[in-house]
């Protein structure tokens, strides 16, 4: 079992940076690979980036790629997310997620553990 708890979302304007974090307790945080999601209104829950355990493989949405950027530091059992060059679109709840597996996915359904969300709002 693993807990996870987000921070760092908040209310900014279009091409503003916003910086969220992903703190993790219970099992050994570096055995997860890890991931970043979010949900829109009405929409279903859409991935954002993850990163492997060695944190050397990473991979993103073609949306956030070049804007945004995952990172993690096992130390602290700790991930984040740097949002760069906002958009209205952007707008969402962020969450964290664990995934036990061994092969990473961009499917929120193989995920096993998950944060309580943290919102994001960018205004226009």
């Known amino acids: 079992q693993v807990q996870l708890v987000e921070s760092g979302g908040g209310l900014v304007q279009a091409g503003g940076s916003l910086r969220l974090s992903c703190a993790a307790s219970?099992?050994?945080?570096?055995?997860?690979?890890m991931g970043w999601f979010r949900q829109a209104p009405g929409k279903e829950r859409a991935f954002v980036a993850l990163?492997?355990?060695?944190?050397?493989?990473?991979d993103y949405a073609d949306s956030v790629k070049g804007r945004f950027t995952i990172s993690r530091d096992n130390a602290k059992n700790t991930m984040y997310l740097q949002m760069n060059s906002l958009k209205p679109e952007d707008t969402a709840v962020y969450y964290c997620a664990a995934d036990t597996s061994i092969l990473s996915s961009r499917n929120p359904g193989d995920y096993d553990y998950w944060g309580q969300g943290t919102q994001v709002t960018v205004s226009s």
């Open positions: 990163i492997h355990r060695s944190r050397s493989i990473t």
């Open positions: 219970g099992r050994t945080f570096s055995n997860y690979i």
